[in-house]
């Protein structure tokens, strides 16, 4: 894990001089940050709540410097100002990343970032060239509507489920859309319904699909990218912060993360 956290570092150093790196300072952030709940599922070690900030700070930064195509950026990450280079878009600035960042900033309790993702425009991470099945798309336009109070979010959630079926989302692994990707997707539904019971029903189903899509075998049992059901605990951290009883207990869910155990204790 030291040998992670040096590496990352100095990944994260080099983003000002070269930040073409930020597809792999992303991903080895995120390896980081849910390596860490391996041994720490509660979140409770300063050191994992570091390591999601630091997540959420590069992923951030990431769409800062794509969404504008000359000039420079100042972002926060790894507790230090950085003037980072503008990119344009990027084939690592996509649909996919932009839900994992909009998840971390929900998770870190970061609006102000919230705010900056959910001005992203959708023609951006089309620009990434990335096949994603169009639902994704719609999926973004709900999150950004719903978190910047725009009209239409009923329309586009829809849009966003009835996409989302199999029969119509065919680029996308049968098993990793019912199980982990439209799994965020049914518990905003009954987030935005304001029906306590059928969110916590239903979060109760998402980490059982997260447990089996992540133990099915034993290499994806040992990948970092299924110690924490990410989407969930995002959806999760909007519904608590919105006085939702959340009753179930998972070390897919750390506990800090969901009750807010670090925020505020640093600047981010």
Not at 62 to 87: H, P, Q, Y
Not at 205 to 216: G, I, K, N, P, S
Not at 223 to 228: L, M
Not at 233 to 254: H, K, M, N, Q, T
Request: negative net charge.
């Amino acid at each position: 894990m030291k040998s992670m956290h040096n590496n990352l570092s100095r990944s994260i150093n080099r983003l000002e001089e070269s930040p073409g790196g930020f597809n792999q300072t992303f991903n080895s952030s995120l390896t980081v940050a849910r390596s860490l709940c391996a041994t720490d599922a509660a979140a409770n070690q300063l050191q994992t709540w570091e390591s999601f900030v630091s997540a959420m700070q590069v992923s951030s930064a990431l769409f800062r410097a794509a969404s504008i195509s000359e000039g420079t950026v100042e972002c926060r990450i790894d507790d230090k100002m950085r003037t980072i280079s503008a990119t344009g878009p990027q084939y690592y600035a996509d649909a996919g990343n932009w839900v994992t960042a909009f998840w971390l900033a929900a998770i870190c309790r970061e609006s102000g970032r919230m705010d900056q993702l959910s001005q992203i425009p959708l023609s951006l991470l089309r620009a990434s060239g990335a096949e994603y099945d169009e639902y994704l798309y719609h999926w973004v336009d709900s999150l950004q509507t719903y978190w910047l109070e725009a009209p239409g979010l009923v329309d586009k959630l829809i849009a966003a489920i009835d996409a989302s079926y199999p029969a119509v989302a065919r680029n996308t692994d049968r098993a990793l859309l019912d199980k982990i990707l439209y799994q965020p997707i049914n518990l905003f539904h009954r987030f935005l319904r304001c029906d306590h019971a059928g969110f916590n029903d239903a979060l109760v189903e998402a980490l059982e699909y997260h447990r089996q899509y992540w133990t099915v075998d034993e290499q994806r049992a040992d990948s970092p990218e299924g110690f924490v059901a990410l989407g969930p605990l995002a959806i999760a951290c909007l519904a608590y912060d919105s006085g939702f009883p959340i009753d179930v207990e998972s070390d897919y869910l750390p506990r800090s993360l969901l009750r807010r155990g670090w925020v505020g204790e640093f600047d981010t």
